[in-house]
């Protein structure tokens, strides 16, 4: 649905995909702007409005994002799971109230650490 000049706002899933579809002709809005660097050059993924740039590095990043990879990590989000499991049931057993929102990033630290330095930060064993 057109809601002003050059605005509009999309409801329908399947034109989503079409607007959103890896190799989309159709460019970011100014939207992406604020959320990147103010440079053109140093704009991350995220931000990156020029087609061409976004596609370059886009492609850089690919593999880290396949199945293959994600099958790959899978070991290490499973060992960090067990842990968050085991803590969440002694906090239960002793009915400690705890902060799910920070139990839940220090659980995605100890992921990330595990991904990419093969070794948790501790967050979820102090």
């Keep these: 649905m057109r809601i002003s000049p050059n605005r509009y706002s999309i409801a329908n899933a399947e034109a989503v995909r079409q607007i959103y579809v890896h190799g989309s002709k159709l460019a970011k809005s100014d939207f992406y702007s604020p959320f990147g660097n103010p440079h053109a050059h140093l ?3 995220f931000s990156e409005q020029d087609i061409r740039r976004h596609s370059e590095k886009r492609r850089g990043v690919a593999a880290l994002y396949s199945l293959t990879a994600m099958l790959h990590y899978e ?3 499973d060992n960090c799971n067990a842990v968050l499991c085991e803590r969440l049931s002694g ?3 002793q009915r400690t109230a705890i902060s799910i929102p920070q139990w839940m990033q220090f659980y995605a ?13 501790g967050m979820q064993r102090f």
Excluded: A, K, L, S
């Design 75 to 77: 070991p290490f989000v």
């Design 91 to 93: 906090f239960c057993q």
């Design 109 to 121: 630290f100890d992921v990330i650490g595990e991904i990419t330095v093969n070794d948790h930060w």
């Design 43 to 45: 704009r991350d993924m």
